[in-house]
């Protein structure tokens, strides 16, 4: 089995800051990409960025400049540093995380897993 625990959310004034962590654990045998998405209320959940395990990154379009992801290998772990914080960012952001498995007579099977959200809230 695979957890990704997802922490950092809160709530921030308009124009502040906030890092959000997630952090994967279980049964791995190698993680590929990572990424991030929200979903606001009565929207549908979009990509906000996303991280391959070399480091290549890729960005909505409209959030490049203000939110930048990372990840550290060793810990299995994505983040997303957001700054410059807007009213309509404001969502419930999840990780997701491609992740190998090992399957006895089947060799290494890809997944994708989610976790289980963290709420942003910007207001003042």
């Known amino acids: 089995q695979v957890q990704l625990v997802e922490s950092g959310g809160g709530l921030v004034q308009p124009g502040g800051s906030l890092r959000l962590s997630c952090a994967a654990s279980g049964s791995i045998f190698s993680i590929n990409t990572m990424g991030w998405y929200r979903q606001a209320p009565g929207k549908q959940r979009e990509l906000v960025a996303d991280?391959?395990?070399?480091?290549?990154?890729n960005y909505a379009d409209s959030l490049k400049g203000r939110f930048t992801i990372s990840r550290d290998n060793a810990q299995n772990t994505v983040y997303l540093q957001m700054s410059s914080l807007k009213p309509e960012d404001t969502a419930v952001y999840y990780c997701?995380?491609?992740?190998?498995?090992?399957?006895?007579?089947?060799?290494?099977?890809?997944?994708?897993?989610w976790g289980q959200g963290t709420q942003v809230t910007v207001s003042s």
């Open positions: 997701k995380a491609h992740i190998e498995q090992w399957s006895t007579g089947y060799g290494r099977l890809e997944y994708q897993y």
């Open positions: 991280i391959t395990r070399a480091g290549s990154t």
